[in-house]
């Protein structure tokens, strides 16, 4: 199946309709406009506030000591058990000041004039990663083709016409800004300003080459007229970098330079080639057929169809909707910049939803679920990146707030390390978010099994632990170590011990304590206070899991967080089947199938570790009925794209997981997927799995390991008469338990399991 997104009409709105590019530092949006293309783009540490921002800058750390005030609520906590969060953000918040916002770099025009367009289509190709748009007019058939390259650093595209001389268009550049000057030379158009905000300076120069006919410059625009085809490289930068307490480096002057120059010599065609090859070796890692061909239908009507009723149609819409989730990652998150934001990379405005930031009560972590199990491991680089930035002025806000060691961050953060505490009284307190965002780290290690990698992080991962060794408090009621003031994620009251407090500082625990064992180190501190760990998982009295340590669960409650159910995913606190795993079965069915994109995304995922492909299925379809836009983004709404990537995340989830240190192989396939194939997934252990299944039983699974040792791999095709064979063909010997057989795997080795005797 060409995975391709493709439409008949321009896009008339940029949310519903644009079809993105991205090489992870650049993106843009492809309009396709017939009379001329909007390409609006943006370069990601394009930000407002920080350190200079006119309105002053504290990293939201408490600007004077308030020795007592988190002692004081920690003291009602302990005589009243709850307290609403308003008075909670009186006593501990503070205003945000210098946030700032994610900010666009602007449109890029390109103005043809045409009208009455007749075989308009315009397409994304996940494959290749080159997005494209045609149409006649005037007898001459025009085309455009964009990517955005990462090897070349810059944004390209090429413009045609099927007729000699047939190519006239004007190039220019706005601005929902003021701060910035447009100039042409020699046919490059350079923008240059810096932000009035916070003095960041930014550049973007876009070089036209046309083929035939002339080009001319034009005050602050490039005119081409009569040409036989043209091109144009943009690239675009700012001098912030991610050093605390500054975040300024270089002026971006040169590498702009530097990077259009080099892509100009290198030719069009060549510096598509080198995109394609960079972008394939990712992209085509996976692939996943679910039956379903697509159908000759223009995407958005597709989506307007798709009933969730696993029909082939519906089956090739939620291919390709993983496939895109995987593209959307490839293009916002790669090594050398800023991880993906609420947005990704794309933004059309200067003041876009929650700034377009990184929210780490949930949002950032979620965008990064599927780099590790659907095979794209690299693009998690500039998240790894971003968490070590925090490292330093978390410490600060550790220090200043708590007096405490270790590193913190809160409920959201931006480029500038904002490490403390907001004003919005349901979201300003998240001090667990430092310890949630080692979670990744760890698990790349648990997949890939890179014990230098390992070194590298296991300091962030020990300081975050040693945050909560120092600031977690015996519970007056029993003894046991809780998180107070706790907050569970935007939902109820203030308390000590919520349970995804605990859950989350559970899960570092266990994550350091297996680090420093892997490292053939000891953490006698963080073993103790495990020990002493409230562990957050209690059910309550409707059989429920409960969401805080009291029993204040209302059943008809459908708040969009289910955060008490962390320890069932992202965490691996709640084993399958047992009666914790029934508790969370209960609550989330009660929190029902409603709820914004991303918290549908999550329950898909939570569905598929319950082993319940079809409830997992449903939330797909929810998500995709009624959380989805035209171009496939996922909307809150609006646009946020934690959605889009937590999906894919969870298809994998159905079709393959890992956590518990078994190879498990179609944990919880849907009904309506009762034959398929996927390929390239990865599992925990360094283990790469490919599937072939029909009538909802798998008939072949072949795993590439990539360490030596005993596996572990679970289907239930295992209960029946089937061969393990090595690469050579050769039957390997092993034990089996029920469905889970164990062998002894070797590095970079092939096994596969073929159903029948
Ligand atoms: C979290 C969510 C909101 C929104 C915001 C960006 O705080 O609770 O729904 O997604 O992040």
Known sequence: MAATLWYDQPATSWENQSLPIGNGALGATVSGGVAGERLQFNEKTLWTGGPGSRDGYSSGDWTSPRP?????????????????????????????????????????HLDTGHHDATGYRRELSLGEGVARVAYTAGGVRHTREY????????????????????????LRHTSPRDDQRVTARDGRLTIRGALADNGLRFEAQVQVVAL?????????????????SAFFVLCAGTDYAPVHPGYRGEDPHDRVTRAVDA??????EALLRAHVADHRALFDRVTLDLGGGLPAVPTDRLRAAYTGGGSPDDQALEALFFAYGRYLLIACSRAGSLPANL???????????????????????????PAEPANLAETAAPYDAYVASLVEPGRRTAAGMFGSRGWVVHNESNPYGFTGVHDWATAFWFPEAAAWLTQQLYDHYRFGLDRDYLRTVYPIMREAALFWVDNLRPDPRDGRLVVSPSYSPEHGDFSAGASMSQQIVFDLFTNVLEAAAALGEDEPEVRQALAR?????????WGQLLE???????????HRHVSHLFALHPGRQIEPGSALAEAARVSLAARGDGGTGW?????????????????????????????????????????????????????????????TGVVDVLPALPSAWPAGSVTGLRARGAVTVDVTWSGSTASEIVLRTGSTGPLRVRNSMLTGPYRLLDDAGERVGHTRSGSTITFAAGAGRCYRIVAGA
């Not at 003291?75 to 058990?81: C, E, P, V, W, Y």
């Not at 944004?155 to 045609?160: C, E, K, P, S």
């Not at 892509?263 to 069009?268: E, K």
């Not at 409230?534 to 059910?539: E, K, N, S």
Request: no cysteine; glycine share 12%.
């Open 548 to 558: 805080w340590k009291g029993d204040w669960d209302d059943p008809d409650d459908t």
């Open 68 to 108: 007592g005030a988190l002692a004081e609520v920690q003291a009602r906590l302990d005589r009243d058990g709850r307290m609403p969060p308003e008075e909670v953000a009186r006593m501990l918040g503070r205003p945000r000041i210098g946030y700032g916002a994610y900010q666009t770099f602007g449109d890029l």
């Open 212 to 228: 035939g006919g002339s080009r001319r410059d034009e005050g602050d625009r490039v005119v081409v007229a009569g040409a036989d």
């Open 343 to 369: 947005q990704g990379v794309w933004n059309e405005a200067t003041d876009p939803p929650w700034a377009a930031d990184y929210h780490t009560n949930i949002n950032l972590q979620m965008a990064y679920w």
């Open 147 to 170: 990517f955005a390259s990462h090897p070349g650093h810059v944004i390209a595209g090429r413009l045609a016409a099927d007729r000699p001389g047939g190519l006239s268009f004007t």
């Open 599 to 659: 918290s549908k995304a999550w329950k898909i995922n939570f569905w598929a570790r319950l082993r319940d492909g079809d409830h997992a299925h449903r939330m797909l379809a929810e998500q995709l009925r009624g959380s989805t836009l035209d171009n496939l983004w996922d909307t809150h709404p609006p646009f946020q794209l934690d959605g889009n990537l937590g999906a894919t995340a969870g298809i994998a989830e159905l079709l393959l997981q890992s956590q």
């Open 263 to 268: 892509a100009v010599a290198q030719g069009y």
């Open 533 to 541: 760990l409230d562990p957050g998982l209690r059910v309550g009295g």
